[in-house]
Structure formats: C-alpha cells, structure tokens
C-alpha cells in the first residue's frame, strides 16, 4: 500500500466523523489547513448566509482559526457583521462586552481542546465565553480542530487539556501560573489562572447546530 500512514490517519478521522454525526454534530473530514480555509469561506458560509440569513460572526479563543487563515478570511468576507473579539487594540472591558454580544452572533467559530473517539467535545475556558457558546446562543458554531486534538476517551481528553493545552496557552498569555514552570497543571490558585470552566458537548442541539471540521493536520494546542 501507498502512504500507509496517511491512510491510517485519514481512516481514523473518517471513523471520528461517524461518531460525530451520530451525536447529532454536521462533521467534515479536511486534508489541511487549506482545506478548511476554503469549505468555511467558500461554502459553509456563504451557505448559511443565503439559506440561513446567516449576518453576523464572531470567534472563541482559537490559535486554530488564527493559524488556518480563517480569522482574517472572515473579516475580508463581507457582507457579514463581525465582531471582532481578538482586537487587541480597544481595551479589556470592550472586549468583554464584544464576547458578550457575541453570544447573539449568527455563527460562532471556535476550536475545541480536546474531541473524544466517541464524538464528544472537551472544553475547558477562562472566561467562559466560548463554552456558554457551544452551549446555547449563536444559532450556529462552527469548530475546527486539527488532528492533534484526538484523544481515545474523556480521560485523555482532561488529561490533554490540563497537562497540554491550558499550559502552553498560559506560556502564550504570559500568565504567572505555576503551569508555566512545571509544564503541568497544578490546580493552581493563582489570581491569573486560566481554567474555571469546563464542557463536555455530547451531542449538538438541534441536530448540525454544530459543525465539526476535523482537520488532518496539526493545528492549535
Ligand atoms: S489550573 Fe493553573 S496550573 Fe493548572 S493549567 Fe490552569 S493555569 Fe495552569
């Protein structure tokens, strides 16, 4: 066989999209990032706004959208409002306020930490903002997250988000969190510390609210 391995992994994210779907998510399967870029800008969403009236955008903390183009893709879209909650520019408590407006927003784009083998989402947030919109509010989420965030069970999902994700993304905040030292998560008590809410989606209400694009290349934490 040709390219063993790269029929191996393409295998495994189709068997994660079957799981998927029977969670009630719509998944996709992508060969990069690429990809991804082009079936969000050019077809889910100009999908969803002709169909949907889809008119408004915004984003959960994701280096996954950043890295893939997707963030900077949708603000070049047009014809869509997007509220921009990455703005470094304006200060901390217009963002604030921009995160909560953008619990209305059309479609909300995010990534996940972790995504079990048996089609559940694992989510653990800061500020809350992006797992209250997986939740309920924006009438619909889209997630994409590279193959890197495939874990067998949700044991591994807490597992890769305490001692993986939420270090490297306190690294990346310049958090005075212990984490940063050990490269591991010590429950902490600092005044900066980044994990206070998790979520587990185990299937999306009502049924393809939440797109899922797996990715099949490393993306994000
Ligand atoms: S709880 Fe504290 S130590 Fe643990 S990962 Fe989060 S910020 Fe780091």
């Not at 390219?3 to 029977?22: C, H, I, M, V, Y």
């Not at 947030?125 to 994409?144: E, M, Q, S, W």
């Not at 009502?206 to 990715?215: A, D, E, G």
């Amino acid at each position: 066989m040709d390219k063993p391995l790269e029929t191996f992994r393409e295998g495994r994210l189709n068997q994660l999209k079957k799981a998927l779907a029977r969670n009630n998510f719509e998944p996709y399967v992508v060969s990069g990032a690429g990809a991804a870029r082009t079936l969000v800008l050019e077809q889910l969403l100009p999908k969803m706004m002709e169909e949907e009236h889809v008119k408004s955008a915004s984003f959960g903390g994701s280096m996954t959208l950043v890295h893939s183009g997707i963030y900077e893709g949708i603000k070049a879209l047009g014809g869509l409002e997007v509220l921009d909650t990455y703005d470094t520019s304006i200060p901390r408590y217009e963002v604030l306020n921009l995160r909560r407006k953008a619990l209305l927003s059309d479609v909300f784009l995010t990534s996940a930490n972790a995504i079990t083998e048996d089609g559940r989402l694992v989510n653990l947030d800061g500020t809350g903002n992006r797992v209250a919109a997986l939740a309920f509010g924006p009438r619909f989420v889209i997630v994409v997250a590279g193959r890197n965030k495939v874990v067998p069970d949700l044991d591994a999902a807490f597992a890769r988000v305490r001692n993986h994700a939420a270090p490297v993304n306190s690294m990346r905040l310049d958090r005075k969190t212990p984490c940063v030292k050990t490269l591991r998560c010590e429950n902490c008590t600092s005044p900066e510390r980044i994990c206070n809410t998790w979520s587990i989606t185990e299937k999306a209400w009502p049924k393809n609210r939440i797109k899922v694009i797996l990715v099949d290349q490393e993306l994000g934490f």
